[in-house]
Each structure stands twice: as structure tokens, then as C-alpha cells.
């Protein structure tokens, strides 16, 4: 006997049967919830209407009523208007405010990566150099889960949960401190040099193909599935250990040294080929059968 309860904002699915039962009611349920949505929002619109025309007849304490009615039933004529009213200060937020956004204002229940890129490039908003890792973190707390069940574009497709609902919902940008910013600005900046590799969108790297690096438990692994996907995706197939570095730390919020990396090159034997840069000075590595072999087996390990 299985169990399965599910909310999208006021519409709750729940029941309990066989697991074939279960699919097979949850496919009703999710055919019908568009409809049941717009009516719903309608329902919701007249009901305001109604408490505003009798507005007279209220007490005063009622009108913090109407506004919540109004604030939770609001329909934000661009993606780039709802954005700009939250002021979300990190991209985790701003990729779970898009698929707020898409289920709210057009009802998409489920979204990809590349549904929250192609939003927000829509909208000319700036795009998040790795969405993945965005929706990832919202995972982790509960605001967005993965829906294994279906795919879009052979892609892996989430949903937004009510606590995300709950979370864009009730978000209040946090005030800017004065203090901390003009402490911020003595300090004194890392210069790093940008090489076109560093520049690559993550999201071009398809790594819904492979595997999610940041949830590999040692370095050198990832290093050397970073490669690969690098290798299999892009034009790029040699790195420094500063661009490793980079786009570990930067594009894959993975905490990693220059020293680490190294140590992985400096180990790593027969997987890599070493080629002197033209200052003599730092080489650049190359995967080999064995490295290409290396990676594709702990890529093999996270699917089975």
C-alpha cells in the first residue's frame, strides 16, 4: 500500500492504493491542473473584487486581508517586472524566483536548466553561469526537487516545492550595510587572468550527460570529469592548473587550491600529458586514454 500527497499552492492531490493506481491518478490530476489553476485564480479574483466593493461594511483590521488576497493572487506582466520587485541578491534565488515565475504566471509545473536560461535570456536578464549548481543548492534545502519521472528535451526537469513557493512568496531583499561596503572597497582586489577556457557557460557542457562533479567526494576525481566533460563538449582539451583552479572555484563553487591541483598533475602519471606554455614557466595537461578511461569509469560509478 503506498501513499502520495502533493500541493501546488491551494490545489492539494492526495491518495492511497497500489503504486499503479497512484500513477494513474496522479496523471489525471496533473492533466486537469492547469485548468484547475486558472480557475482557481479566477475564484480568488472575484472573491477580492467582492471584499473590496463592501469595503465600507469591513472593519478596519480586514484590509491587511485584502492585501495578502491581492500580494498572493498577483500576476507580474514580465518575468524581468517580477525579478526587479524581489531584488533576489544571488543567483540561487533569482533561478528558483524564475521557476516560481513559471509556475505562477504560466503554469509550467516543470522546468529544466535550460527553461531558466531561455527565461531569463528572454527576459535580458543576466544568466547565472551555472544554473545547475543553483538548482542544486535549492535541492539541498528543500525548495526545488528533481522529477525523475519526466524529461524534457531529454533533460533532467524539477519543480518548485511549496516551501519555495512559500520562500519567493514571502522573500524581502536584504538592506545593503553601508559600513560593510566601504570596508569592502579597501580591500584589496585578486587579479586573475580570464583565458577564453574560464569563459565557457557551464550549461554548454551538458553535464546532466555525466555527472554532477560537486557531489563527487575527492578532488582528483573531479578534476578529472571536469576535463572530460571539457574534452567531450568544447573545443578546449589542455589546461593550466591556474584554469582548473578557476573553474572549480568559480563556475562549480568547488573549494579548491592551486597547491591541490597541482598535486593531482604532479600524481597523476600516464592520465595526463604535460606540455611547457610559451614563458617555460607553467604547463599545460592534457587527458590521455588513461585519464579519458579514469574519468568515464567514476562517471559510470554515479549511475549505477
Known amino acids: 500500500m503506498c501513499k502520495l500527497k502533493v500541493r501546488y499552492g491551494e490545489i492539494e492531490f492526495e491518495a492511497e492504493g497500489t503504486s499503479e493506481f497512484i500513477e494513474a491518478e496522479r496523471k489525471v490530476f496533473q492533466d486537469n491542473l492547469r485548468e484547475a489553476m486558472a480557475l482557481m485564480a479566477t475564484t480568488q479574483n472575484f472573491v477580492k473584487t467582492k471584499f473590496i466593493q463592501a469595503e465600507s461594511v469591513l472593519p478596519e483590521n480586514t484590509h491587511a486581508l485584502i492585501d495578502t488576497v491581492a500580494n498572493d493572487t498577483q500576476k507580474y506582466s514580465s518575468l524581468s517586472q517580477y525579478l526587479r520587485s524581489r531584488n533576489f541578491s544571488s543567483d540561487t534565488d533569482r533561478v ?87 570596508k569592502s572597497k579597501t580591500k584589496k582586489s585578486k587579479t586573475t587572468n580570464i583565458t577564453p577556457v574560464c569563459e565557457v557557460d557551464v550549461d554548454s557542457l551538458n553535464c546532466d550527460k555525466y555527472c554532477d562533479i560537486t557531489k563527487l567526494e575527492r578532488l582528483n576525481d573531479q578534476i578529472r ?45 600516464t592520465e ?28 559510470n560509478s554515479t549511475k549505477e
Request: charged share 25%.
Open 96 to 182: 528558483l524566483g524564475v521557476a516560481f515565475y513559471l509556475l505562477h504566471n504560466e503554469n509550467k509545473e516543470n522546468f529544466s536548466a535550460n527553461c531558466i536560461k531561455t527565461a531569463l535570456k528572454d527576459a535580458r536578464q543576466n544568466i547565472p553561469t551555472n544554473i545547475n549548481a543553483c538548482i542544486n543548492q535549492s535541492i539541498n534545502v528543500g525548495r526545488i526537487v528533481e522529477d525523475k519521472e519526466n524529461k524534457i528535451d531529454g533533460k533532467k526537469t524539477y519543480y518548485i516545492t511549496q516551501d519555495g513557493i512559500d520562500y519567493c512568496n514571502n522573500f524581502v531583499a536584504k538592506e545593503n550595510n553601508s559600513s560593510k561596503t566601504s
Open 225 to 269: 570529469v571536469l576535463m572530460y566533460m571539457y574534452t567531450k563538449e568544447t573545443d578546449f582539451e589542455e589546461f593550466t592548473v591556474k584554469e582548473i583552479e578557476y573553474i572549480l572555484t568559480t563556475r562549480f563553487k568547488i573549494a579548491a587550491t592551486t597547491r591541490q591541483v597541482k598535486y593531482y598533475f604532479e600524481k597523476a602519471g
Open 272 to 299: 595526463v600529458h604535460s606540455t611547457p606554455t610559451g614563458n617555460g614557466k607553467q604547463y599545460k595537461y592534457k587527458l590521455l586514454n588513461n585519464g579519458l578511461k579514469a574519468a568515464e569509469s567514476i562517471i
